[in-house]
């Protein structure tokens, strides 16, 4: 069997295992066109806060390529897929033909028209180690900085920074930030944390036009800036999908094998959409493990397994020491805890846990994380307990035994 | 595979097996040293409730979620034991979000992340939770 798998991050790695893990023979070619071995993208704000580096924030050990006997052309862009004679041809001409292959070509960052933008010199996405070696190039102790977009990357991006340059402004269409993972009061309790740090909001706004070094906002204020960050989002990478016939809509489309529309064609990861358990809908979710375990499924499935992928989507990301887990969908009763410092919402609907927004106590927080992936009855628990922290305590004493003593579940052997 | 397995009918919730975890973790070689005064992270943790108590450590699953969710490739599983590299580990709190077990938790530090690691990675070779447990509340053995 030969596989090939287009693009070098995540889902690859996943796609690599899940086909080691049934097929040990099988010859495996991975092109990339960014040109480092593996490497963790998120850890790129890390990298720029000190807390690690290049050597670090490699995703698997040196000899993972080796080890699985896994061809790469990496610093080289696959160009087009032709499914009918199932072929993947490289920039520079070279033709890899397949049996089955992975789309795994991630995401890359949207970059909308704004008036000006072109005659900004020092300006940067935040998506890749080049871009982030680029950025911290340009860095200096009294930059003034401008990022526009109040996400996961763009203040991801903010805290990395933030100890190395003058100040940073950041600009968001939005009326909050991170709107994507909380709620308006878990929103505002995280902006606050981030102003203690040297970063100023600008909400509800956008800019209206760009001179080399000033951004006119539309609500009529002038921000001076050395260096701009564009960080408002993230578009999936699926011009190869679409050359290869495979349905697309906003992400390539896939079922829960992994499989595209199109034979023997396969996505994961950032490109493709999941489903999405809490939402029953099919969703992109530009999340890591997300990323991993579509690729591990979409691996087992190429190389003649029956596995099955469904998506929770989930965050863990923190801020200057703040943390923040969120998972599931918001649509539903909410059961609300304050404290200094803390912020603790649990959503039910329909006798389920269906979605959680913690920040600030995130102990033992997989224990809801897999209430709600489980669709674990609230009846069956002591929810009042659980409630209050989440402890195994809560479960049936059966169910503990399950979870704790080995015993088998109901109908197992 | 050896693991620990909780016989609850048996603890007495005396939360010693959190001092030896502590103890053993500490890199001392004398316990009033590594722990008098002072707070203790330890690995395992007991819950207790009405009339139940039991400790809850790391279940070193089959198809661990922890390692197939972190985002750095820090948590890996290894002779079946799941280990963390605490060099490559940022502190994202990814497994904490995914562990069903609650296992998982901030090291002191915050920085990084710790958990049981069967006593593999110190100086005590074997479980010391289960080694001082007085009551056999939590064992070391092969269940299948
Ligand atoms: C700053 C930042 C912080 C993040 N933080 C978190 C976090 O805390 N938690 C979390 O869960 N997620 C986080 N993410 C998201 C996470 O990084 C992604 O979900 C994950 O990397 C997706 O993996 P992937 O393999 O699908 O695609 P990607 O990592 O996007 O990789 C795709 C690869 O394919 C390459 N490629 C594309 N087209 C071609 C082609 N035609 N030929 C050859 N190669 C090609 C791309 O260059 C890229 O190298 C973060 C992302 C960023 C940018």
């Known amino acids: 069997m030969n596989y090939v798998i287009i693009g070098n991050s995540i889902a690859a790695v996943g796609c690599v295992e899940g086909i080691r893990s049934r097929d040990k023979t099988g010859s495996i070619t991975i092109v990339g066109d960014e040109p480092y071995p593996v490497y963790s993208r998120p850890l790129i704000s890390y990298l720029l806060l000190g807390s690690t580096d290049e050597e670090h924030m490699k995703y698997r050990p040196d000899d993972f390529y080796e080890k699985n006997h896994v061809k790469t052309y990496l610093g080289r862009r696959a160009e087009k ?20 292959l992975l789309l795994a070509t991630g995401s890359k960052p949207f970059v909308p028209p704004m008036a000006g933008l072109d005659s900004v010199p020092e300006k940067f996405t935040f998506m890749a180690l080049d871009s982030a070696k680029a950025l911290e190039a340009a860095l200096k102790p009294a930059s003034r900085v401008l990022i526009i977009g109040a996400g996961l990357i763009g203040l991801k991006c903010a805290e990395g920074i933030a100890d190395r340059v003058g100040h940073i402004d950041v600009v968001d269409m939005a009326d909050r930030i991170l709107p994507s993972i909380l709620d308006e009061e878990g929103s505002a309790m995280m902006q606050k944390h ?92 530009a999340l890591l493990p997300n990323a991993h375990m579509q690729g591990m499924t979409a691996g087992a499935n190429m190389a003649g397994g029956q596995e099955s992928y469904t998506a929770l989507p989930m965050n863990a990301i923190g801020f200057f020491g703040l943390h923040i887990i969120t998972a599931g969908c918001y649509d539903g009763e909410a059961y609300i805890t304050r404290e200094p410092g803390v912020y603790k ?23 809801y994380t897999s209430l709600i992936r489980e669709k674990t009855p609230l009846s069956t628990v002591d929810f009042d307990l659980i409630k209050e922290h989440p402890q195994l305590m809560a479960f049936a004493k059966k169910d503990r035994k399950i979870k704790l003593a080995g015993a088998k579940q109901e109908g197992d052997a | 595979m050896k693991r620990v397995y909780v016989n609850e009918e048996w603890c007495l919730g005396c939360h010693l097996c959190e001092y030896n975890c502590a103890f053993a973790n500490s890199g001392e070689d004398y316990m009033p040293k590594a722990l008098k005064d002072k707070t203790i992270y330890p690995r395992i943790q007991v819950e207790e409730g009405d009339g139940v108590n039991f400790a809850v450590s790391c279940r070193h699953c089959e198809d661990p979620i922890c390692v197939k969710s972190c ?27 995914v562990c069903p077990y609650g296992c998982v938790m901030p090291a002191p530090d915050g920085h990084v992340i710790q958990k049981c690691e069967l006593c593999t990675q110190n100086a005590c070779g074997e479980p010391a939770c289960v080694k001082g447990c007085p009551n056999h509340a939590i064992v070391y053995e092969d269940r299948g």
């Open chain 1, 81 to 100: 897929v032709n499914s009918a004679a199932k072929t993947v041809t490289l920039e520079d001409g070279t033709v890899l033909t397949y049996d089955k």
């Open chain 1, 194 to 285: 981030l102003e203690k740090h040297n970063i100023r909001f600008f909400l509800s706004d956008s800019v209206a036009q760009f001179t080399e070094n000033t951004a006119a906002l539309k609500s009529g204020k002038t921000l001076d800036f050395d260096i701009l960050v564009v960080a408002v989002g993230v578009r999936p990478n699926v011009e190869l999908a679409q050359q290869a016939g495979c349905e697309v809509s906003r992400g390539i489309c896939t079922d829960t094998s992994c499989a595209t529309t199109v034979k023997d064609i396969y996505a994961a990861g950032d490109c493709a959409k999941s489903y999405d358990i809490t939402t029953d809908t099919d969703r992109i979710l």
């Open chain 1, 345 to 367: 919402k649990l959503i039910t609907k329909d006798g389920l846990l269906k979605g959680m927004i913690l920040i600030g106590d995130i102990a033992r927080a997989g224990i």
């Open chain 2, 71 to 97: 985002i750095t490739g820090a948590l890996s599983k290894e002779d079946g034991v799941i280990k963390v590299d605490t060099d490559k580990c940022v502190g994202c709190y990814t497994c904490i979000m």
